[in-house]
């Protein structure tokens, strides 16, 4: 039976993390994953089921002690293969602070399938502060620089419904700085 983890992490000694690809069986824990992480918008579960099948080599899933506590879907720009597009970054509350929101990038951009992967991209609403430490944080460890342009207008897009959603474009980075990236985050 999974463990309940009741205490935030960074309290707890001797924790044991694993970082992987999720699959279909993970889709309902991080529907509910997702529910506890505002502003993040919820999906219906046959979404996150299909982050976890079809889109699993490009996600990434945190799991301590047989719990999921973090989750990154992603994917490959259809026009840009040289372009992974980070699509929702989630961290439990209980996780946070624990550098798992930039390792799971890192461990999608680390895997054999990105080896041409030149470019990070993701959207950011203009007051998601902790969104906005986590990209630039990427992007420093991969010695390199980011662009933001409006993909996603509130009027144009959303009618009025949601925030502009803006564009971070990450790079490009050399593979070269990927490996050491992600042990300084180990
Ligand atoms: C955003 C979120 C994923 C960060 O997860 P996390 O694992 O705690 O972040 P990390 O520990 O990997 O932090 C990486 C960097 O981001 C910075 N950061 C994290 N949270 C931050 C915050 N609230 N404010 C400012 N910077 C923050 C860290 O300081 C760190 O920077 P550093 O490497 O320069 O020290 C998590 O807070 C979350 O799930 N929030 C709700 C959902 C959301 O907003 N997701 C992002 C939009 S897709």
């Known amino acids: 039976m999974t463990k309940m983890l009741n205490a935030r992490l960074t309290e707890v000694p001797n924790v044991d993390l694993t970082l992987r690809r999720p699959d279909a069986e993970d889709g309902a824990a991080v529907n509910g994953l997702i529910e506890q992480c505002k502003p993040l918008d919820e999906n219906s579960v046959y979404c996150n089921l299909l982050q976890c099948s079809h889109f699993a080599e490009t996600s990434s899933l945190a799991e301590i002690d047989g719990e999921v506590v973090g989750f990154v879907s992603g994917y490959l720009v259809p026009d840009s293969p040289d372009s992974l597009f980070v699509w929702q970054v989630a961290v439990s509350p209980k996780a946070r602070g624990l550098k798992l929101g930039k390792r799971m990038i890192l461990d999608i951009l680390h895997r054999p399938f990105a080896k041409n992967v030149r470019n990070l991209h993701t959207t950011i609403a203009p ?60």
Do not use: Q, Y
């Open 127 to 186: 007051d998601n502060k902790a969104s906005h430490g986590v990209f630039k944080s990427v992007a420093r460890s991969l010695n390199t620089e980011f662009d933001t342009e409006i993909m996603f207008d509130e009027e144009e897009h959303f009618d009025g419904d949601a925030k502009t959603e803006m564009l971070w474009k990450i790079g490009p980075f050399s593979r070269a700085d990927i490996l050491p990236a992600l042990a300084s985050v180990a």
